[in-house]
């Protein structure tokens, strides 16, 4: 296929995905559901199509093509052929700009279908009327025309213990448009943004992936050196393998080990779509209660209101009659005329310190509001599928956050900062989600790892009722809180709770003799 025309089929099924919007409503019912998530499955096969097809084009490095092979020109060049060699430069690199530039908007599309298809496969079961045949998480993708295999129809269970937030989905940038979404956000988003980028990125320690070797083996009757590079490998003896491929002469002269350090997501792309869903999503919930809460929480509410109102005034005109001198002067000014007109300030243009105090109070909430409830958001989810899900399931499966790490070590443990307590109690008024404040969450989690090492090799069924055990005994919170925030029984959390206070410390020699049955 010709380059242009990838470029444009491209372009136009990117734009095609952008104008058709994501809803929601009635996405319990199985026909809406299916044709949701068949919908996003048959654009991301469109869209692993394109990116194979670009990349086996060299779109990865489009910019090689523009290198300069061979000796430079000697001699004097004619000005014609220098201002052609500079048009024909400057057509390549805008070409190579377009190769590289589509490319990154289908990786985007394709990051951001992959976390909708797992948060949707988290959120439901479908099971048939007639054989009662079950299908959960990547076997929904064989339903065929919303019929079961054996041709009866479907009926849908919401998964109550799963961890999903559909919400997040209209807000994914699916059509690869990151950066339109990006500069639709409000200058408190951006930052939430980048925090939460950053709290995603944080870093494992680093862990040995390759080692080159300089190495001296005896050739043809003299010395010679070469570089090599081998696969690394815990308590391995590099002179051992040097010699078994080069022979007994060889010598390692030097070693240069190479270290990897993967994120907690594991892909810039997946980042961005999933700070990007989280933050909007966010947003616009904040959007709905921030009102009644200034409210509720300001001395007067109604001047403050008039405050804003003024300022927005203002700053219209500024820009309206803008005539080169400095701009905020111009704010200024008319916020100082708005505010005399409204009688909020006095003859001197001074505000009331109850007015004063309200817009710092003000600033203070939203600050606190915008910055924590999206960090809370998604802190949350990655807790609890951390809690919930065994180190194979999230090694094997990418669920709702995908190239998630399947284990984390203690500096990336640090990213799971607790939550303000009065935040959490403001999304559990206003909000009505169920996120609860638990102290000391990176202690919990390290808690959730130690007990996978210990359950290795046990057959122990790792569930929501295991995760709400370990926030019972780290976490000090009661059995009953823990078991309706993981929306489970308290019946079942207690029996959990008993079982790893068995697995910490047997209790009895049988107890004992038990473990270590198990464990042969």
Known sequence: MNESVLIGKSERFLDQIKRNDISLSDIESPEKFLTLYNYLKQNMDTLQDMRETMEIKGYTAPYRSINKYGRPLTGETKAEDMYDVSRHTQYFRMNAAAKKNILDRVKSAM????????????FATLECTCCQRKYKGHEIALIKLNKCQCGGSLKLHVNTEGVYRLEIIPFLPLSGDYMVKLSELSPRSRQAFRSIVRILKQEKRGIVKTVSLLIKVMEDGRWVRKRVTIDAQDEANYEKEIRSQYGSNARIEMMQFHRKKPSIINDKQVQTALSLGYVKYAETQILQFLPALLEKSLHDFGKVKEYQESLEVAERKANKYDDGDDQDDLKKFFLKKELKEKDI?????????????????????????????????????????YLTTSYDRRNKHSGPFPYLRPGLDSNQIKAFQDFKKDVVEIIQEHLCEKIGFI??????????????????????????????????????????ETAELFSITPKAVQKEKETLETLQKPASSKARQFMAMMKK
């Open 111 to 122: 990051s951001s279908h992959r976390i909708a298809i797992g948060h949707l496969e988290e």
């Open 439 to 480: 102290p000391g969450m990176g202690k919990v989690l390290f808690s959730k790892f130690s007990v996978e090492k210990k359950m290795k090799g046990l057959h122990l069924q790792m569930g929501s009722a295991l995760g709400a055990a370990i926030v019972a005994i780290e976490g000090n919170l009661t059995v009953e």
């Open 345 to 385: 300030v006095d003859e001197e243009g001074n505000l009331n310190e109850t007015i004063q105090q309200d817009l710092k109070n003000k600033e203070l909430i939203e600050k606190n509001l915008f910055q924590e409830i999206p960090r809370i958001y998604i802190l949350w989810d990655l807790l609890r599928y």
